[in-house]
């Protein structure tokens, strides 16, 4: 029987959207959550750890810790084009956690960010038998994205 299950971590980043018409080109922050959406077969080997489960929910976590979470929690997302952003984030010093990705930090491009970090792992752990289905990402308690591949 396939089944999906998800799993979701949150961080504080910042970020800014540097050609939006309204207040989002500012430098500002959310409390994001990010939410993988993971289906497989529900695994029935007799006496296995995971029984009756797709995947250990603590294993999500700890893939959705290590590359998400430890990368971006209470740092600044910023666009590498977004030069006015970068040369203010350099005034803070080396020891200011910045993230600098090749795309707009809107939740869509993160979602599909995230997406891409975390469906290698997710595929890997299980030997293929698992599939990372969406990943979501929500940046206020009424705006999200979702990212699919399929």
Not at 96 to 109: G, L, M
Not at 113 to 140: C, D, G, M
Request: charge should be negative.
């Amino acid at each position: 029987m396939v089944m999906r299950i998800r799993r979701f971590v949150e961080t504080d980043t910042g970020h800014r959207v540097p050609n939006h018409k309204s207040k989002c080109r500012h430098m500002h922050g959310h409390r994001y959550r990010w939410e993988a959406e993971i289906e497989g077969e529900i695994i029935s080997d007799k006496g296995s750890s995971d029984e009756g489960m797709v995947m250990d929910f603590s294993d999500v976590s700890d893939i959705l810790n290590k590359y998400i979470h430890d990368v971006v929690d209470h740092s600044f997302i910023v666009y590498e084009k977004d030069h006015e952003a970068l040369e203010a984030l350099s005034l803070l010093g080396e020891n200011h956690r910045t993230f600098v990705v090749s795309f707009i930090p809107t939740a869509e491009n993160l979602a599909k960010w995230a997406f891409e970090q975390i469906e290698p792992h997710i595929v890997s752990k299980y030997e293929q038998k698992l599939r990372l289905v969406a990943f979501n990402v929500r940046e206020t308690p009424k705006s999200w994205a979702s990212w699919k591949k399929y």
